[in-house]
């Protein structure tokens, strides 16, 4: 398998998963900045030209950050990235569509890239504004799932590698965390497969 990472973004928590598995597979570095993701050789892989990306071995691509979670989880039982039952296997994507659907795109979207969605400053601003504004009630919403718990459910799924991702954001805009999820990124700084992913 060939993931397609770029650094500082939510391919992140998929390259987190795969280390997780401790399978062999490739890391394709796309830099973003640089605009990799609208060149030939990308988007012949990736016509959506976007991170993260995974080639399976069958030449299969799957995109879209969701999709590619639950693929890994569901194909690596012995994992238990993510749980067995029907009913929990769903609560575990409700909140990994939580986390990447609302937190990540109507939130830090919103935050680092108002451009994208209007050209005025006074549009950015207020791009900017409700981004914040999002981020303050579902980092709410966040804790509150937490708790007291050690990870979002009874072991570590594959929604926790997307609430990594998700509070290394947090911290890299200075945000005030509630202190069970400053202590849960505290925590999951110290995973093994986190201090792997994080040296890619």
């Not at 067995?84 to 575990?92: G, N, P, S, W």
């Given at each position: 398998?060939k993931?397609?990472?770029?650094?500082?973004?939510?391919?992140l928590g998929?390259l987190?998963i795969?280390e997780?598995?401790?399978?062999e597979?490739e890391?394709?570095?796309?830099?973003?900045?640089?605009g990799?993701?609208?060149k030939?050789?990308?988007?012949?892989?990736?016509?959506k030209?976007k991170?993260?990306?995974?080639?399976?071995?069958?030449?299969t691509?799957?995109?879209?950050?969701q999709?590619?979670a639950?693929?890994l989880?569901r194909?690596?039982k012995?994992?238990?990235?993510?749980?067995h039952t029907?009913?929990?296997?769903i609560?575990?994507?409700?909140?990994l569509?939580?986390l990447v659907?609302?937190i990540h795109?109507?939130?830090?979207?919103?935050i680092?890239m108002?451009?994208?969605f209007?050209?005025t400053?006074?549009g950015q601003?207020?791009?900017k504004?409700?981004?914040?504004?999002?981020?303050?009630a579902?980092?709410?919403i966040?804790?509150?799932?937490l708790g007291?718990?050690v990870?979002?459910f009874?072991?570590f799924?594959?929604?926790?590698a997307?609430?990594?991702?998700?509070?290394?954001?947090?911290v890299r805009?200075?945000?005030k965390?509630?202190?069970?999820?400053?202590?849960y990124h505290?925590?999951l700084?110290?995973?093994k497969?986190i201090?792997k992913?994080?040296?890619?």
């Amino acid at each position: 398998m060939k993931l397609f990472h770029c650094r500082g973004t939510c391919s992140l928590g998929i390259l987190i998963i795969l280390e997780e598995l401790s399978i062999e597979f490739e890391v394709e570095i796309v830099d973003l900045k640089a605009g990799d993701q609208y060149k030939d050789k990308y988007l012949s892989s990736n016509p959506k030209g976007k991170v993260p990306a995974l080639l399976l071995d069958n030449g299969t691509v799957l995109t879209e950050f969701q999709a590619i979670a639950m693929w890994l989880g569901r194909s690596f039982k012995n994992s238990n990235l993510l749980p067995h039952t029907l009913m929990e296997e769903i609560k575990v994507l409700e909140c990994l569509d939580y986390l990447v659907g609302t937190i990540h795109m109507r939130g830090f979207t919103m935050i680092f890239m108002p451009h994208k969605f209007v050209k005025t400053n006074t549009g950015q601003i207020e791009i900017k504004d409700f981004g914040f504004k999002t981020l303050e009630a579902s980092l709410k919403i966040l804790s509150e799932m937490l708790g007291d718990n050690v990870y979002l459910f009874n072991e570590f799924s594959v929604a926790d590698a997307a609430a990594f991702y998700i509070l290394n954001w947090a911290v890299r805009l200075d945000l005030k965390l509630a202190s069970n999820l400053q202590n849960y990124h505290n925590r999951l700084l110290g995973r093994k497969s986190i201090m792997k992913a994080l040296r890619h």
